[in-house]
């Protein structure tokens, strides 16, 4: 059988603290690629990963934008890339390690095993496994994510999880074109993409850390964006025909 090809994609702003420790760990603990998509941070992470392709030559990339065009359009950008390339699993990671990059072969493994399209690395679906971060963050996120369950009624305990492996066969037939959301509205909408195409879903637990290193990108704007647009999300899944836009 011909070999999975893997590609880990990190979006980055401003991750000058975090990108090299977090690629390094990455390929000591898992045999992917790994794909940077970076948004011309000012704090010039992507000099700091160029320097290092030289070292992982052919499994290391990076696309760089012009400018912070947010997570839900930098992801899309590096599917695109990978289904142009061939990868079979795609995995979504934050640069932060508030995802332990340890945990990817166990996202994979719940793919390949339970033979899932989609494997959530989640929150809250065994307790509540977050680390540091602060009460109010915490219940936000935990009711947030509830909220969510409730409005798009999907059978995911952690709706806004970032950290994810996606068989790339199930992946393409979701129509970015469609996607709109850009921060957790973007995480949202696509667990409710791959669940309404009939997509097999499974939640790994995870402990998820907060960061230690640089700061959080993301805003009340960003917040907001997904409270209301689980409302929009659902209310247009009503009118919609789910399927495949590869279809003939
Ligand atoms: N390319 C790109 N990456 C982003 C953008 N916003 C956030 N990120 C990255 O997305 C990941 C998650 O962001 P973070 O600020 O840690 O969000 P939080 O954990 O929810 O506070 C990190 O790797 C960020 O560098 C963006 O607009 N563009
Ligand atoms: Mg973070």
Same mark, same amino acid.
């Given at each position: 059988?011909? +070999?999975?090809?893997?590609?880990?994609?990190?979006?980055?702003? =401003?991750?000058? +603290? =975090?990108?090299? =420790?977090?690629?390094?760990?990455?390929?000591?603990?898992?045999?992917?690629?790994?794909?940077?998509?970076?948004?011309? !941070?000012?704090? *010039?992470?992507?000099?700091?990963?160029? $320097?290092?392709? *030289?070292?992982?030559?052919?499994?290391?990339?990076?696309?760089?934008?012009?400018?912070?065009?947010?997570?839900?359009?930098?992801?899309?950008?590096?599917?695109?890339?990978?289904?142009?390339? %061939?990868?079979?699993?795609?995995?979504?990671?934050?640069?932060?390690?508030?995802? @332990?990059?340890?945990?990817?072969?166990?996202?994979?493994?719940?793919?390949?095993?339970? $033979?899932?399209?989609?494997?959530? %690395?989640?929150?809250?679906?065994?307790?509540? @496994?977050?680390?540091?971060?602060?009460?109010?963050?915490?219940?936000?996120?935990?009711?947030? !994510?509830?909220?969510?369950?409730?409005?798009? @009624?999907?059978?995911?305990?952690?709706?806004?999880? #970032?950290?994810?492996?996606?068989?790339?066969?199930?992946?393409? *037939?979701?129509?970015?074109?469609?996607?709109?959301?850009?921060?957790? #509205?973007?995480?949202?909408?696509?667990?409710? =993409?791959?669940?309404?195409?009939?997509?097999?879903?499974?939640?790994?637990?995870?402990?998820?850390?907060?960061?230690?290193?640089?700061? !959080?990108?993301?805003?009340? #704007?960003?917040?907001? +964006?997904?409270?209301?647009?689980?409302?929009?999300?659902?209310?247009?899944?009503?009118?919609?025909?789910?399927?495949?836009?590869?279809?003939?």
């Amino acid at each position: 059988m011909a +070999e999975t090809k893997k590609l880990v994609i990190i979006p980055t702003y =401003n991750e000058k +603290e =975090n990108i090299e =420790n977090i690629i390094r760990k990455t390929f000591s603990v898992f045999d992917t690629d790994v794909l940077i998509i970076d948004d011309g !941070s000012p704090d *010039s992470t992507a000099a700091i990963v160029k $320097n290092l392709i *030289s070292e992982y030559p052919g499994k290391l990339f990076i696309e760089e934008r012009s400018g912070k065009l947010g997570l839900g359009t930098a992801y899309i950008h590096g599917f695109k890339w990978a289904i142009d390339r %061939g990868y079979d699993f795609l995995f979504e990671m934050d640069a932060d390690f508030s995802h @332990n990059p340890e945990d990817l072969q166990r996202l994979y493994n719940a793919c390949i095993e339970e $033979n899932a399209d989609l494997a959530i %690395g989640s929150r809250y679906c065994q307790g509540v @496994n977050v680390l540091n971060w602060p009460m109010s963050r915490l219940l936000i996120s935990y009711y947030g !994510s509830m909220y969510v369950r409730f409005i798009l @009624n999907i059978p995911v305990m952690d709706t806004t999880a #970032g950290f994810k492996c996606y068989r790339v066969s199930a992946l393409k *037939s979701v129509d970015f074109d469609k996607i709109h959301h850009i921060g957790y #509205g973007f995480q949202i909408e696509m667990k409710f =993409n791959m669940y309404k195409l009939k997509y097999k879903i499974v939640e790994v637990p995870i402990i998820f850390k907060d960061r230690t290193e640089g700061t !959080s990108k993301m805003s009340s #704007g960003i917040f907001k +964006e997904a409270i209301f647009g689980v409302i929009g999300l659902r209310i247009r899944s009503l009118f919609r025909k789910w399927e495949s836009h590869l279809q003939p």
